[in-house]
T-cell receptor, first 115, second 111 residues
Framework: DADVTQTPRNRITKTGKRIMLECSQT?????MYWYRQDPGLGLRLIYY???????NKGEISDGYSVSRQAQAKFSLSLESAIPNQTALYFC??????????????FGEGSRLTVL | QKEVEQNSGPLSVPEGAIASLNCTYS??????FFWYRQYSGKSPELIMSIYSNGDKEDGRFTAQLNKASQYVSLLIRDSQPSDSATYLC???????????FGIGTKLQVIP
């Protein structure tokens, strides 16, 4: 089983629908992230959380919300989906090394299509 | 201006050649630099990290960092078809580990 699991892996929905993408991890990391990947734009940070009580906006948080239900679970919601939110979404985790940074471990991705 | 710049490619090299991938960044205070590899349809995975000026070698991969020029590169020696992927440059610009990614360079190794 993957250390970072995303559900669903693929989702097609309609404009205006509420969508939740879920992420769970077994790596024991405190830090969790949601990224969005679009062709030509690369990976962009939506939200990040450094522990259960800490939620921070990233580069492109408008139209999204998150919930950190537990150390191992971090979900991303689109309250009212729109077509330009069609993208590949990645959850990631990390831990700190001695330098205050660390490797990002990514889930397998959730491909969302908004019609 | 994007904070981390990469040429999207594709960069085509023959099998056995050296592939050179380049990246520039805008934040002079950046301290940590990473190269991730992403196969088509898969998630990114870390292949190299570098924190100090100079070269860091790991097998066929060498990362090079020049903070004065705000430049990071990745060399892949003896390129193999299995190296064909998109290579993402990533820069950690702050103490809160907010990593910024470039758009990635697509590498094609021709047999």
């Amino acid at each position: 089983d993957a250390d970072v699991t995303q559900t669903p892996r693929n989702r097609i929905t309609k404009t205006g629908k509420r969508i939740m993408l879920e992420c769970s991890q077994t790596k024991g990391h405190d830090r969790m992230y949601w990224y969005r990947q679009d062709p030509g734009l690369g990976l962009r940070l939506i939200y990040y959380s450094f522990d259960v009580k800490d939620i921070n906006k990233g580069e492109i948080s408008d139209g999204y919300s998150v919930s950190r239900q537990a150390q191992a679970k971090f979900s991303l919601s689109l309250e009212s989906a729109i077509p330009n939110q069609t993208a590949l979404y990645f959850c990631a985790t990390s831990d700190l090394d001695g330098r205050g940074t660390g490797e990002l471990f990514f889930g397998e991705g959730s491909r969302l299509t908004v019609l | 201006q994007k904070e981390v710049e990469q040429n999207s490619g594709p960069l085509s090299v023959p099998e056995g050649a050296i592939a050179s991938l380049n990246c520039t960044y805008s934040d002079r205070g950046s301290q940590s630099f990473f190269w991730y590899r992403q196969y088509s349809g898969k998630s990114p995975e870390l292949i190299m990290s570098i924190y100090s000026n100079g070269d860091k070698e790991d097998g066929r991969f060498t990362a090079q960092l020049n903070k004065a020029s705000q430049y990071v590169s990745l060399l892949i020696r003896d390129s193999q078809p299995s190296d064909s992927a998109t290579y993402l440059c990533a820069v950690d610009s702050g103490g809160y580990q907010k990593v910024t990614f470039g758009i990635g360079t697509k590498l094609q190794v021709i047999p």
